[in-house]
Nanobody
Framework: VQLQASGGGLVQPGGSLRLSCAAS????????WDWYRQAPGKQREVVAG???????NYADSVKGRFTISRDNVKNTVYLQMNSLKPEDTAVYYC?????????WGQGTLVTVSS
């Protein structure tokens, strides 16, 4: 199974980006998707998560600004990021949990700067 993340880039403060992460390969089902991020010099942290029935959770730092969603048919997860701040700058990783060993995407860089 491979996870392909995309959608990162350079955006000005206050701007928006939409990240996508698609899973391909031999997939029966994905119970839970999560987005993590890792800023330079910092530990990786969870940003948002969504279960197979659509229950979501968010880090306090992104609540009200980020929205996670999923397409179970396409085995894809999205992260809509609005009102971006410089402190959101990081490499963003997707993680898929099939109720077993999780799969990780390769990361996509988000840079928020004027």
């Amino acid at each position: 199974v491979q996870l392909q993340a995309s959608g990162g880039g350079l955006v000005q403060p206050g701007g928006s980006l939409r990240l996508s992460c698609a899973a391909s390969g031999s997939i029966r089902s994905i119970y839970r998707w999560d987005w993590y991020r890792q800023a330079p010099g910092k530990q990786r942290e969870v940003v948002a998560g969504i279960t197979s029935v659509g229950i979501t959770n968010y880090a306090d730092s992104v609540k009200g600004r980020f929205t996670i969603s999923r397409d179970n048919v396409k085995n894809t997860v999205y992260l809509q990021m609005n009102s971006l701040k410089p402190e959101d700058t990081a490499v963003y990783y997707c993680r898929a949990d099939p109720r077993g060993v999780p799969w990780w995407g390769q990361g996509t860089l988000v840079t928020v700067s004027s």
